[in-house]
Each structure stands twice: as structure tokens, then as C-alpha cells.
């Protein structure tokens, strides 16, 4: 056979492997456990990190200050050095609402060693549990809940017993408007899932965790006993690095996408999507110039191989390139129809998939590109040169 057949041979078995292999990722079936109403419902605290948020925050903020909760349930918003009146504007939202009561806090810029996020975090998980609650739930500013979002997220934990868990956590749907957004929103849902498995994830016995961060019950002794958020502080990927550190704590981690968790973040533009990839694609490969190459490898076989040998055998007449190219392409057209379903966008983008992947590695290949000069990753006017990765159990 031809090289060019053997790498579309080559693509279709790991393409093969993946759908069979790779803990069922492409199935988007994994949503909240349906259980019974606890007979007590126990008490929630609410922390929300905001940092320049006023643009979303009328749209988040209300809903949730409106959660239906039958238990006691407050909110704890960290206005983390803003600079449009983020914090200022939380005040005025709760007091035109009304609902759940509503703390606001300053804690000043970060310690050395701490990402912004997780300072934010540190200063209202503290302030929170100094009411005691039982639950915690971390939530973006840029998250909007539906008014049961809460109990289902409650109801779902469980109860402290054997079949509880200590996180659960959902992600949210991301907002899929502009052209660019329906390209590579999906998209990067279905790379997540590929690299971490919600049913891999969701294994009792399994060693893969992850969480969104967007949208992430706790355990108030699950707090204590993995020491969050200290344990994680410099973690530019702290939702991963969260449920690791609850994992190797013992406790018990669910991850599931959301019905009714949306992210009202508009990324129009294809900047501001490859911004948020970039800023942290290279601290998910450890900073390591070899896995980055190996990545690079990777997703050019796994992704632009088999349009490209499918093109190739028939413009050369290599029936066995043409043959493996396109049941390739298939199978992964295939295996992202189902994320293209639950985003509510056309199948039709399904043999985009290659394009998009091509998007992926540049802008991974420019995250690290930035970290060598010095940047790092840089989110809401911070820059953390030499960021730590989600730390291995």
C-alpha cells in the first residue's frame, strides 16, 4: 500500500478505537440523576466570582436570586478588582429582584502563587462557610439557572450515604448565535468530552475526573477534606484540578451536560473564542514542548488525515486511501452528530469537524507560543507567565 493509505488506514483504526473505546464520549446522554425530593432540604450557599461582569450580570444574577429553593440558600458574589461596577450593579440587581439574599465582597488583588479565579473563590467560600451550609455551589457570573436549577442540582447529590456524591456538576450550554459560535462552540464541548469521557468520569472506580466549572456542587465536608481551594490555588484549569483533588480526597464526582444551565457569554467574533481557547490550551499539555508536538501529530492525523486522503486516493486513483479516508471521516462526522443535536445547530456542520480541529491546533500551538514569550495565560487583564496545569492525582 501507498503512505498515503497507510495513514487513512492508520486514522480509521484509532477513529475506530475512539468510538468504541474511548468510554462512548460522543454520547450526550449523561444528564442529571433523576432521584426523589430529600425529606430535608439542606442549606445552600451560592459563591459567584465576578470579575467585570456588568455586561452579563443583569441577565445571571436574577435568575439566580430567583431559585426556588425550599431550603435555606444565599448568595456570596466576589467582585474580584472590577473595573465597570460589577459589584455596585450586583447590589442594585438584588435589590430590584428581590429573592435569595445577597452578599457582596472585595478581597484585593491575589497573593503570589494564586490565580485570580481561585483567590475570588478562597475569599467566598470562606465567608460562606461561616453560616455553615451543607452544600456549596460554585457558579460563574456569566451562568444563568433556570428557578429549579438549584433543587435538581441538591436532589441529584443525594443524600450522605453510599449512593451520594460529593460534587456534582454540570455544563453548561454555551451560547451558539454568531457564525463562529455554531463552528466552534460544539466543538469544543466534543473535544472535552473527548478528553475527558462523562461516563469514564462518572465510574465509581474510574481514575479520570473533571468538572465544569461553571457549574459545580460541593459538599461542605468535601471542602474540608481536599482542602479547596488552597490545594488547587495556582491552577489555571481549576475546574479539572477541583475534581481531581475531590477524587483523591475519596469523594464521589458526577459530570453530566445541562438541560437548564446556560452561559449567556457572547463570543461573536473568532478572537474572542480563540482567546478563551488559547489562554489555557497549553497548561492543559503541562507546558511540555513533547506533548505539544505529539498533540500536533495527533490531531493532524485523527482530524485532517481523512479528508485529506479521501481527496487524494480518488484524485490518484488509490481506491484503499479513498476507502479508509472516507469511512474516517464518517465515523468522526458520525461521532459529533450527536453534540451537533444537543447545541440544536445542522448536521450538516458535521463534516466541518476537520476545520474546525485545524482552529484547535492553531490556537493551541499560540497558547504556547505565548507562554514562551512570557504571557502566559491572560484573562480579564491578568497574566500568569508560568501558570501551573491541572496537577495529576
Same mark, same amino acid.
Given at each position: ?12 483504526i484509532v477513529?475506530?478505537? #475512539? $468510538? ?9 446522554d ?16 451560592? @459563591? ?8 452579563v ?12 429553593? *425550599? &431550603? ?6 466576589? %467582585?474580584?478588582?472590577s473595573?465597570d461596577?460589577?459589584?455596585? #450593579?450586583? =447590589?442594585? #440587581?438584588?435589590?430590584?429582584? /428581590? /429573592? ?6 472585595? *478581597? ?9 479565579k ?5 475569599? &467566598?467560600? +470562606? ?7 451543607e ?12 428557578p ?9 447529590? &443525594?443524600? %450522605?450515604?453510599?449512593d ?6 454540570q ?12 463552528l ?13 469521557p ?5 465510574g ?6 473533571? +468538572? ?6 460541593? =459538599? ?12 488547587i ?5 481549576? %475546574?479539572?484540578s ?11 464526582i458526577?459530570? /453530566?451536560?445541562a438541560?437548564?444551565?446556560?452561559s @449567556?457569554?457572547?463570543? *461573536? ?22 506533548? $505539544?508536538? /505529539?498533540?500536533?501529530?495527533g490531531? $493532524? ?6 479528508? @485529506?486522503?479521501?481527496?487524494t ?20 462526522? &458520525? ?10 445547530q ?11 480541529a ?33 496537577p495529576?492525582?
Amino acid at each position: 500500500m501507498s503512505a498515503v493509505a497507510w495513514t487513512a488506514v492508520g486514522s480509521l483504526i484509532v477513529w475506530v478505537w #475512539l $468510538l468504541l473505546g474511548q468510554g462512548f464520549f460522543w454520547r450526550t446522554d449523561q444528564r442529571l440523576p433523576l432521584r426523589g425530593d430529600p425529606a430535608r432540604w439542606p442549606s445552600v450557599a451560592v @459563591v459567584v466570582p465576578a470579575r467585570d461582569e456588568a455586561e452579563v450580570l443583569p441577565v445571571s444574577l436574577p435568575s439566580l436570586l430567583a431559585q426556588d429553593y *425550599p &431550603g435555606d440558600a444565599e448568595i456570596f458574589l466576589v %467582585d474580584d478588582g472590577s473595573g465597570d461596577g460589577t459589584g455596585e #450593579l450586583a =447590589r442594585e #440587581l438584588a435589590v430590584r429582584y /428581590g /429573592g435569595l439574599p445577597l452578599t457582596v465582597v472585595s *478581597p484585593g488583588e491575589p497573593e503570589p502563587g494564586w490565580t485570580g479565579k481561585l483567590w475570588a473563590l478562597r475569599h &467566598g467560600m +470562606a465567608l460562606a462557610r461561616q453560616r455553615k451550609p451543607e452544600f456549596l455551589l460554585l457558579t460563574d457570573a456569566d451562568i444563568a439557572h433556570e428557578p429549579d436549577s438549584l433543587r435538581e442540582l441538591v436532589a441529584a447529590a &443525594g443524600s %450522605d450515604g453510599v449512593d451520594g456524591f460529593d460534587l456534582v456538576s454540570q455544563m453548561a450550554r454555551l451560547r451558539v448565535t454568531s457564525a463562529w459560535e455554531r463552528l466552534v462552540v460544539p466543538a469544543f464541548v466534543y473535544f472535552f468530552g473527548q478528553l475527558y469521557p462523562f461516563r469514564r468520569v462518572n465510574g465509581e472506580r474510574s481514575r479520570t475526573a473533571a +468538572a465544569a466549572g461553571g457549574c459545580v456542587l460541593l =459538599r461542605a465536608g468535601t471542602v474540608e477534606r481536599a482542602r479547596l481551594p488552597e490545594s488547587i490555588r495556582s491552577a489555571v484549569i481549576d %475546574d479539572v484540578s477541583l475534581a481531581r483533588a475531590v477524587r483523591r480526597s475519596g469523594g464521589r464526582i458526577w459530570l /453530566g451536560l445541562a438541560d437548564r444551565v446556560d452561559s @449567556v457569554r457572547p463570543y *461573536p467574533r473568532l478572537a474572542d473564542l480563540w482567546h478563551m481557547v488559547a489562554r489555557s490550551a497549553y497548561a492543559q499539555l503541562r507546558h511540555s514542548p513533547w506533548l $505539544l508536538a /505529539g498533540t500536533v501529530l495527533g490531531l $493532524l492525523l485523527v482530524y485532517v488525515a481523512p479528508p @485529506v486522503t479521501l481527496v487524494t486516493g480518488l484524485l490518484t486513483g488509490d481506491a484503499v486511501a479513498a476507502a479508509a479516508g472516507g469511512a474516517a471521516w464518517a465515523v468522526m462526522a &458520525g461521532t459529533y452528530m450527536p453534540m451537533l443535536g444537543y447545541y440544536r445547530q445542522s448536521l450538516w456542520l458535521a463534516p466541518l469537524l476537520p476545520l474546525t480541529a485545524v482552529l484547535y491546533l492553531l490556537m493551541t500551538v499560540d497558547s504556547a507560543v505565548q507562554h514562551y514569550r512570557g504571557l502566559g495565560a491572560a484573562w480579564k487583564g491578568r497574566t500568569y507567565a508560568r501558570p501551573e496545569a491541572a496537577p495529576e492525582p
